[in-house]
């Protein structure tokens, strides 16, 4: 098995946030299907039972790339992609700025420097609800991202690799396009693609959170009222 991962622009620590409310960016993560192998084939079986490779992506407003990991087998959890991802150790590092943070969805773990939803249990106040409704308007661009990449470079809905050594570089090669053509020719909207979202369920070992961070997520939500 063979990963990629690598901030594409300079060091998310040192990115200015995307609004007023401290977002340096969207973090998500989406399957590249492949033909899978027949070693250990089943590790590679996502929830729609096909084999896949991971990738996780964080983006900016701008649908531009600021990190990619890539590698994993499709069975394997969005949040357990995350801990295992050197994205996670430039977050923690105490030179990030605590007032910025990444927003995802509740597919990982609620922390100071990842903003995830409040989880609707049918019981969710005016505040929370304002901030889930903001959380997913913003948090959208990586989506877009996402839809745009695959736009852009269909082969990625079906990489026809056998080389699992390969298939990272390939799709870090097309992340490193991707921003090179947004850069030098802008976002062609028509090249969008929806990318059905697959985020699952909050992974058992990472349902808790630091009280820090539950009490920023509030703070935030009152901000937005």
């Given amino acids: 098995m063979s990963f990629v991962g690598l901030v594409l622009s300079s060091s998310c620590s040192r990115m200015p946030p995307s609004s007023s409310n401290g977002v340096a960016g969207a973090i998500d993560g989406t399957h590249i299907c492949i033909?899978?192998?027949?070693?250990?084939?089943?590790?590679?079986?996502?929830?729609?039972?096909?084999?896949?490779?991971?990738?996780?992506?964080?983006?900016?407003?701008?649908?531009?790339?600021?990190?990619?990991?890539?590698?994993?087998?499709?069975?394997?959890?969005?949040?357990?992609?995350?801990?295992?991802?050197?994205?996670?150790?430039?977050?923690?590092?105490?030179?990030?700025?605590?007032e910025y943070h990444l927003l995802g969805d509740s597919a990982y773990p609620l922390s100071s420097y990842l903003l995830v939803p409040f989880r609707d249990n049918g019981q969710l106040s005016v505040v929370e609800k304002t901030f889930n409704k903001a959380h997913a308007s913003t948090r959208v661009e990586v989506e877009r991202a996402i839809g745009l990449l695959k736009g852009k470079f269909r082969r990625l809905k079906y990489l026809e690799m056998t080389d699992l050594g390969s298939i990272p570089v390939v799709i870090f090669a097309t992340c490193s396009l991707h921003n090179f053509l947004i850069l030098h020719g802008g976002v062609d909207e028509e090249d969008i693609e929806h990318d059905e979202a697959d985020s699952g369920s909050p992974d058992a070992d990472s349902r808790d959170c630091s009280r820090t961070a539950s009490e920023k997520r509030l703070a935030i939500a009152h901000m937005l009222m």
């Fill in 35 to 98: 033909p899978g192998p027949s070693s250990h084939r089943e590790s590679y079986i996502n929830r729609k039972g096909l084999p896949s490779i991971q990738l996780q992506v964080v983006c900016t407003a701008d649908l531009l790339f600021l990190d990619v990991y890539t590698g994993w087998p499709g069975a394997v959890h969005d949040a357990r992609v995350f801990r295992n991802s050197p994205l996670k150790d430039v977050l923690e590092d105490a030179t990030f700025p605590s």
